[in-house]
């Protein structure tokens, strides 16, 4: 058990039809259950998220990158409700939330704590919060890069490639996997260091564990684009370096299903599992008869 919020704060996607429409039902049931509740529309900043205990957010995977990258700095927790697609950091479906939602006032459920990344441009001396990934890609469509790739200062590739992906935990499952790096537990403080098209180089992806800095360098003649979480564009020149640590900070989830559930979902989402598949499970260890093959 949590402590049962008190303050619950309401945010949708508003390009989807019946996400203003369940966001009203809901504050309207949250108070009706004598909470305070009230639906943050203004999603430039976090003043709409301003003291609440619980945002519930409406829509699929990016809603929820988005308000959490706000919600930073704040001990609020995040409940992702599903309104699309499979997400893999929405806990609810939209049909099932308002049935649902006395449970989630009770202080039912666990909360999760995911990594986040610090992403600097050493020349701008600007730092971007990441909860998926920062992504050194290429400027322009028909030209790789050069990119350098050190480790506590210690040289580990010079790509000619389409760009490096440096990836928390919850990036696993995003864009690096998509170029074949490793999906890591939600809950993992580990970061993903992958090579996105590596021209005449092994693509190998590194996985280091949270006291290790990455720094990306832009080698001369090059121009790149710093991608933060999908949602930040940085234009660098040749020279730029960009390094990524992990942060002090936390994105809290509220979790109503065991661990285990991560499993399941990342099995159906990559098509993983054939439910009614021939195989069979092989029998416990030592079952065998000597002579009997598997």
Known sequence: MIVPPQRIAITYNPGLMTGRELALQLRDDVIGLGREAWIAEDDEDAAGFSGADLVICLGGDGTVLHSARLLIG???VILGVNMGRLGFLTELDGHEVRERLPEVLSGAGRIEERTLLNCTVEAQGETYPALNDAVIG???????????????????ADYRCDGVIVASATGSTAYALSVGGPILAPESSDIIVVPVAPHLAAQHAVVLPRTETVRVTLEPGQEAVLSVDGQHDITLVEGDAVTVSVSDERARFLRLKPRSEFYVRMAAQLGWHRPGGNAKPLPPVGALKSGESK
């Open 74 to 76: 704040t001990y609020a």
């Open 138 to 156: 290429r400027a322009t469509l028909s030209r790789a890069i050069q990119l350098a790739v050190d480790v506590e200062g210690i040289r580990i």
